[in-house]
């Protein structure tokens, strides 16, 4: 915003005339500029908040094999819907997707999915995770910068990247063999 412009003018006014009880903003230096003494805010006195990357290991996380391909069908979208909960609970660091979880099946009857004829080549497999988890209010330009160095680490092997917004919207990206796989949805 330019100080004089209609935008910043009208902003001015909210702010003398309409927003004249003490609230909380939240605001996002998009420029990722290190030196926080400088910025215009600090003259309000905020309260800085780094994002950090937090990184969880997961161990002994029972894997799905993934389909293949997927197709516009009743069955593939099952499918999805069932990887998507699976991605979720090892989002959540769940205990039903290790392999020592012996939880009661009258309390929980969730099982790892298994994809298509199942087969020595489908099954399920145990592998130890990484989860890389960053919390906080960020432009999608670092979201993007994460998604291409998922890309580059992975090589063959998959990933996924979950986004949350401020409006409980969501996005899930799964990337496998050089395909990509998205869900977007509320909740």
């Known amino acids: 915003m330019v100080k004089g412009r209609k935008g910043f003018e009208r902003l001015r006014w909210a702010a003398t005339n309409v927003l004249t009880e003490k609230s909380t903003w939240l605001f996002c230096d998009v420029k990722g500029t290190e030196a926080q003494t400088d910025a215009p805010i600090e003259q309000f006195q905020p309260t800085w908040r780094d994002v950090k990357g937090e990184v969880t290991e997961l161990p002994r996380v029972m894997v799905p094999a993934f389909p293949a391909a997927w197709e516009d069908t009743e069955t593939d979208r099952v499918e999805a819907e069932e990887l998507l909960e ?25 099982e790892v999915p298994q994809f298509g004829p199942v087969n020595a080549a489908a099954e399920v497999q145990t592998r130890d995770l990484t989860r890389l988890r960053y919390r906080g209010f960020m432009p999608s330009s670092l979201v ?20 949350s917004g401020l409006e409980e919207k969501r996005v899930v990206v799964l990337k496998d063999r050089g395909k990509a796989l998205t869900w977007e949805f509320e909740g």
């Open 86 to 110: 699976w991605l979720m609970l090892v989002s959540l660091n769940s205990e039903r997707v290790r392999e020592e979880d012996k939880i009661d099946s009258f309390l929980s009857r969730y």
């Open 144 to 163: 993007a910068r994460i998604f291409s160095a998922g890309v580059k680490e992975a090589k063959e092997e998959w990933f996924a990247v979950l986004v």
